[in-house]
T-cell receptor, first 112, second 110 residues
Framework: GENVEQHPSTLSVQEGDSAVIKCTYS??????FPWYKQELGKGPQLIID?????GEKKDQRIAVTLNKTAKHFSLHITETQPEDSAVYFC???????????FGPGTRLSVLP | KAGVTQTPRYLIKTRGQQVTLSCSPISGHRSVSWYQQTPGQGLQFLFE???????NKGNFPGRFSGRQFSNSRSEMNVSTLELGDSALYLC?????????FGPGTRLLVL
């Protein structure tokens, strides 16, 4: 079955710096890759996603890149702010309606 | 628009007991998915319901079951609780691309 790895497990950056979180997946049939942000005491919140036909997608300070050949995808956050501090999860799934396999998460701390 | 609500928010049970958790999706959403979140195993998919039918199922034992009602509200049940079932149980509402998660039910099994 699908296996998703995520690095780093923890990441501390200074406010204003960029943060990059990387994920790799094992199943070449996966074609949907969402990213979630989970704040303390809350459920995960979808922040951005990408599909296999899109190499890069950007939404304000957040961007995702996907390399299907290498089977890895990344989340880039620019101009980080303290409110970006949270646990971030990547996930992968094959088809619409199929269950996600999540990465283990990255705890991002943005230091003021 | 009201978000996903889950009840109860916290629950303490003992081994061998059973538990039922409830999820009310966002109005108009017909799909409800359930996830288990633990420090050791992370986020794991349990099952998904759509229009009262289980559409997809994760790799959990038969002690974990669920159902969905005609108003899209969903319940999940865990029978014969084990210590390892202690976790945050999350419900997500909506289609895959726009899933909204509830705050979860934190279950502690003693």
């Amino acid at each position: 079955g699908e296996n998703v790895e995520q690095h780093p497990s923890t990441l501390s950056v200074q406010e204003g710096d960029s943060a990059v979180i990387k994920c790799t997946y094992s199943d070449s049939a996966s074609n949907y890759f969402p990213w979630y942000k989970q704040e303390l005491g809350k459920g995960p919140q979808l922040i951005i996603d990408s599909r296999s036909n899109v190499g890069e997608k950007k939404d304000q300070r957040i961007a995702v890149t996907l390399n299907k050949t290498a089977k890895h995808f990344s989340l880039h956050i620019t101009e980080t702010q303290p409110e970006d501090s949270a646990v971030y999860f990547c996930a992968a799934s094959k088809d619409y309606g199929q269950n996600f396999v999540f990465g283990p998460g990255t705890r991002l701390s943005v230091l003021p | 628009k009201a978000g996903v609500t889950q009840t109860p928010r916290y629950l303490i049970k003992t081994r061998g007991q059973q538990v039922t958790l409830s999820c009310s999706p966002i109005s108009g959403h017909r799909s409800v998915s359930w996830y288990q979140q633990t420090p050791g195993q992370g986020l794991q998919f349990l099952f998904e319901y759509f229009s009262e039918t289980q559409r997809n199922k994760g790799n959990f034992p038969g002690r974990f079951s669920g159902r969905q009602f005609s108003n899209s509200r969903s319940e999940m049940n865990v029978s014969t609780l084990e210590l390892g079932d202690s976790a945050l149980y999350l419900c997500a509402s909506g289609p895959q691309e726009t899933q909204y998660f509830g705050p979860g039910t934190r279950l502690l099994v003693l």
